[in-house]
T-cell receptor, first 114, second 111 residues
Framework: SQTIHQWPATLVQPVGSPLSLECTVE??????LYWYRQAAGRGLQLLFY??????ISSEVPQNLSASRPQDRQFILSSKKLLLSDSGFYLC?????????????FGEGSRLTVL | AQSVTQLGSHVSVSEGALVLLRCNYS??????LFWYVQYPNQGLQLLLK??????LVKGINGFEAEFKKSETSFHLTKPSAHMSDAAEYFC?????????FGAGTRLTVKP
């Protein structure tokens, strides 16, 4: 069966420090991969998605970046965190979302920037 | 661009009462529509989906939603609320390879 792992689960970082959140999927090949951010009262904001290795689509211009070095690995990074980067980050995978209609989410990473 | 709007950021019902969570969509083509549920500090899980088959869609945990093209709506309902239904609910639309979510509705169930 397919599983998705996301870490770390909780992170407290100072302003200006770097960030790396990692997500891996097991049990499937060539998934579509997604990073969402959930801020209090603001729903889910799509940050990046990827339909293949090295292919990243960015939805929101900001100081975050994403990379997909391997088929089932998706990394969210920042060189210098801002206070506004605080939130709950969710990684998800899907296969042909528009057809199957389901995204499978990780447990999330809660980032607090102080 | 396709999008969804959820009406009401908070809904409170008594246990056993009807649950109605509202979602309206905007799409220039027939949409794929979804409802997800999120329990505290967890990821989201799919409740149900509409993919242009039957307009009344049944999901898990007794939830259902009806696609109404004339009203551009996809409201989520459950005849009788249970305490375990307390969570945040998200309506979503899928344009192509991504999925766009509404702002969410937090459901509170009072005993």
């Amino acid at each position: 069966s397919q599983t998705i792992h996301q870490w770390p689960a909780t992170l407290v970082q100072p302003v200006g420090s770097p960030l790396s959140l990692e997500c891996t999927v097991e049990g499937t090949s060539n998934p579509n991969l997604y990073w969402y951010r959930q801020a209090a009262g603001r729903g889910l904001q799509l940050l990046f998605y990827s339909v293949g290795i090295g292919q990243i689509s960015s939805e929101v211009p900001q100081n975050l970046s994403a990379s997909r070095p391997q088929d089932r690995q998706f990394i969210l990074s920042s060189k210098k965190l801002l206070l506004s980067d605080s939130g709950f980050y969710l990684c998800a995978w899907g296969t042909g979302v528009a057809v199957t209609g389901e995204l499978f989410f990780g447990e999330g990473s809660r980032l607090t920037v102080l | 661009a396709q999008s969804v709007t959820q009406l009401g950021s908070h809904v409170s019902v008594s246990e056993g009462a009807l649950v109605l969570l509202r979602c309206n969509y905007s799409s220039s083509v027939p949409p794929y529509l979804f409802w997800y549920v999120q329990y505290p500090n967890q990821g989201l899980q799919l409740l149900l989906k509409y993919t242009s088959a039957a307009t009344l869609v049944k999901g898990i945990n007794g939830f259902e939603a009806e696609f109404k093209k004339s009203e551009t709506s996809f409201h989520l309902t459950k005849p009788s609320a249970h305490m375990s239904d307390a969570a945040e609910y998200f309506c979503a639309v899928s344009p192509y390879n991504d999925m766009r979510f509404g702002a969410g509705t937090r459901l509170t169930v009072k005993p």
